[in-house]
C-alpha cells in the first residue's frame, strides 16, 4: 500500500512552516525525526493531568503515571517482538545504551585483559568510543570488520577477524552515513559458534522498517525514540533477560536497589537495576504515543516508502554533474540515508546555501570519522528521509543542488 504522504504531513505541524520565507524541506530525519501532533499531544497531557513520580507513591497522580511509564515498556516491548517486558531498559538514547552495555560487560569481567572486541569501520562514534574505553580499561584488544568500495561490509575475512578470543561483537544494522543495511544472520552466526555475544546497533533500522529481535538473533540491541518520530531524551536497551541477568548495574542511586545498609546493597532485578533515578517519564509516554503512530502507519508501508524514495533519490542526485554519492549506488539492502561530495565544495558551504532555499541537510562527519576516512572525504552533505519525505523534496534537492554550483561559479 502506498503511503498518503500529503495526509501525513498534516500531522507534523513543524513541516508547515518557513524557513527564510520558504516551505521547509526537511532532509534530516536520520540526526532527528519530526513528531506528529499526536506525540506533542500526549506528552502535553501527562504534564497536564498525570505527572508524578513513578514507582513512589499510592496516590492517584502516582498511579497513573506508573502506569503510562510502565505502559510505554510494553509498547516497546511489543514494537521489537520482545520476549518479556522486563528486557526492556529505559535509558537516554542509543549512546547511553550502548555504554551501558560496554561499561557492564568490562565491570563483570566477561571482558578481560586478552579478550577481543569487534566492531565495524562502518560505525557511528557510539559504537565504536565506549569499546575503545573498554579495551583500554580491561586490556582487551579492539578489531574491526573493514568496507567494501561500494559501501557495504567486507565479510570476506569474517571468521578471522571474529574468532575464539572474541567475546563481544558489535555492530550498525543501518549505516547513518551510507545507508547500507548489514546482513545480521551470518555475523550472529559466526559470533555465537565462538560464544561472542552480538550487540546490534539499531539507531536507524527500527525507525524505517520492521524489526524483530527474535528472528535477528542478536543478544542485545540498542535504539532511540528521537529518530522514530518521539521525543529526545529517552532511548531503548533491549537484551536477552538471562543476558541482562548476568550484567551489573551501569548506576548507582535510588529506584535501582533491592536492599541499602551502611555495609553494602542488593539490586533490583533487570530491567529496574539499570534504572537509576527518576526516568524520563513524559519522553516515555511520547515514545509510546509514536510507536501507536507507528504502528497505525504500517512499518512495512515505511519501509516500502522510503525503499521507493531511495530509488528515486539516486538517480536523481547522481544526474547532478560532479555529485559523488558514498555507499551503495543501488536501492538494494539500502536505507534513506544519502550521504555525498559535490565537485570540490566543502559540505559546510553546500550546507548553508541549500539552508537559503529552506532545505535542511546535515554537513560534517555524521559522527563516522573512520569511513569518511575510508573513502577519502572530509566531510559529506548527507539527506535523509522519513515517512513524511516526499520526492517533491528530492527534487527541491536536485534543483538546490544545481543552485549551489552556480552560485560558487558566480562567485
Known sequence: MTLDTARLRKDFPILSREVHGRPLVYLDSAASSQRPQAVLDAMTEYYERHHANVHRGIYVLAEEATALYEGARDSVAS???????????????????????????????????????????????????????????????????????????????????????????????????????????????????????????????????????????????????????????????????????????????????????????????????????????????????????????????????????????????????GLRILGPRTPDARGGAISFALADLHPHDVGQVLDELGIAVRVGQHCAAPVCARYGVPATTRASFHLYTTTDEVDALVAGLEHVKRFFRAA
Not at 225 to 248: E, F, S
Open 79 to 321: 514494537f521489537v517482538n520482545a520476549y518479556d517486558r522486563s528486557e526492556v531498559v529505559f535509558t537516554k538514547n542509543s549512546t547511553e545504551a550502548l555504554n551501558l552495555v560496554a561499561r557492564s560487560l568490562g565491570d563483570s569481567g566477561r571482558v578481560k585483559a586478552g579478550d577481543e572486541i569487534v566492531v565495524t569501520e562502518m560505525e557511528h562514534h557510539s559504537n565504536i568510543v565506549p569499546w575503545q574505553q573498554l579495551a583500554q580499561r580491561t586490556g582487551a584488544t579492539l578489531r574491526w570488520l573493514g568496507l567494501t568500495d561500494d559501501g557495504r561490509l567486507d565479510l570476506s575475512d569474517l571468521d578471522d577477524v571474529v574468532t575464539e578470543r572474541t567475546r563481544v561483537v558489535s555492530f550498525v544494522h543501518q549505516s547513518n552515513i551510507l545507508g547500507t543495511v548489514n546482513p545480521v544472520a551470518p555475523i550472529v552466526a559466526r559470533a555465537h559458534e565462538v560464544g561472542a555475544l552480538v550487540c546490534l546497533d539499531a539507531s536507524q533500522s527500527v525507525p524505517h522498517s520492521p524489526v524483530d529481535v527474535r528472528d535477528l538473533g542478536v543478544d542485545l540491541m540498542a535504539f532511540t525514540g528521537h529518530k522514530m518520530l518521539g521525543p529526545t531524551g529517552i532511548g531503548v536497551l533491549w537484551g536477552r533477560r538471562a543476558v541482562l541477568d548476568a550484567l551489573p548495574p551501569f548506576l548507582g542511586g535510588g529506584e535501582m536497589i533491592e536492599t541499602v545498609t551502611m555495609a553494602g546493597s542488593t539490586y533490583a532485578e533487570a530491567p529496574h537495576k539499570f534504572e537509576a533515578g527518576t526516568p524520563n517519564i513524559a519522553e516515555a509516554v511520547g515514545l509510546a504515543a509514536a510507536i501507536e503512530y507507528l504502528n497505525d502507519v504500517g512499518m512495512a508501508e515505511v519501509k516500502a516508502h522510503e525503499e521507493a524514495l531511495v530509488a528515486y533519490a539516486l538517480p536523481a542526485l547522481e544526474s547532478v554533474a
